[in-house]
């Protein structure tokens, strides 16, 4: 449960240093539910788990369920992961098997136009081989941002991650409460 919001915030920390971009199709939301819409809301058209939502908060206090919705996606039909803050949705993932990052890369180039930052990550297995990983990063000037890692925690496993202004409020927020308690710890 807690990789997931460490993944969503090392993304987050990446679009936060590209540079703004206004090409492209900004993303105001998940399929047509724009940014700030209620989990109750969701729930009809996602199904999300019936277990207790408190079991999916994550430590920053934001909550990531998985919607029974698939996204069709090349060979892969991927279930995103809708993220809240406060009840509201503030951001999404999708990952899927890395022999289907094209797919998701293609499609997400031709939705949002031209990365406005790329890069390449270098990874270690378990077994002390290196793996590199591209990453690439829209922004907008509104704070709405996109990234997409051909390796996402894990050498298995791409993911794309699309947040609000919102969504980048909060881990901001959420990162200066960590760093107050840590300077109280000594």
Same mark, same amino acid.
């Given at each position: 449960?807690?990789?997931?919001?460490?993944?969503?915030?090392?993304?987050?920390?990446?679009?936060?240093?590209?540079?703004?971009?206004?090409?492209?199709?900004?993303?105001?939301?998940?399929?047509?539910?724009?940014?700030?819409?209620?989990?109750?809301?969701?729930?009809?058209?996602?199904?999300?788990?019936?277990?207790?939502?408190?079991?999916?908060?994550?430590?920053?206090?934001?909550?990531?369920?998985?919607?029974? +919705?698939?996204?069709?996606?090349?060979?892969?039909?991927?279930?995103? +992961?809708?993220?809240?803050?406060?009840?509201?949705?503030?951001?999404?993932?999708?990952?899927?098997?890395?022999?289907?990052?094209?797919?998701?890369?293609?499609?997400?180039?031709?939705?949002?136009?031209?990365?406005?930052?790329?890069?390449?990550?270098?990874?270690?297995?378990?077994?002390?081989? +290196?793996?590199?990983?591209?990453?690439?990063?829209?922004?907008?000037?509104?704070?709405?941002?996109?990234?997409?890692?051909?390796?996402?925690?894990?050498?298995?496993?791409?993911?794309?991650?699309?947040?609000?202004?919102?969504?980048?409020?909060?881990?901001?927020?959420?990162?200066?409460?960590?760093?107050?308690?840590?300077?109280?710890?000594?």
């Amino acid at each position: 449960m807690t990789r997931y919001p460490i993944l969503l915030a090392s993304a987050l920390a990446l679009a936060v240093a590209a540079q703004p971009a206004s090409a492209g199709e900004e993303p105001t939301g998940f399929a047509d539910y724009p940014w700030g819409t209620t989990r109750r809301d969701l729930v009809g058209p996602c199904k999300f788990s019936p277990l207790p939502v408190e079991m999916f908060r994550s430590p920053d206090g934001s909550t990531t369920l998985l919607c029974d +919705r698939k996204v069709p996606l090349g060979s892969a039909t991927p279930y995103p +992961r809708m993220v809240f803050v406060n009840d509201r949705l503030a951001a999404f993932l999708i990952t899927v098997e890395t022999h289907s990052y094209g797919d998701l890369r293609a499609v997400t180039i031709e939705k949002y136009g031209e990365p406005t930052a790329r890069d390449t990550e270098e990874y270690t297995t378990g077994g002390g081989v +290196r793996v590199s990983g591209e990453v690439l990063v829209w922004s907008w000037p509104s704070g709405t941002s996109v990234v997409l890692k051909q390796r996402f925690g894990e050498v298995s496993a791409a993911g794309l991650v699309v947040s609000s202004k919102a969504y980048t409020d909060h881990m901001a927020a959420a990162k200066r409460i960590d760093m107050e308690k840590a300077k109280k710890a000594f």
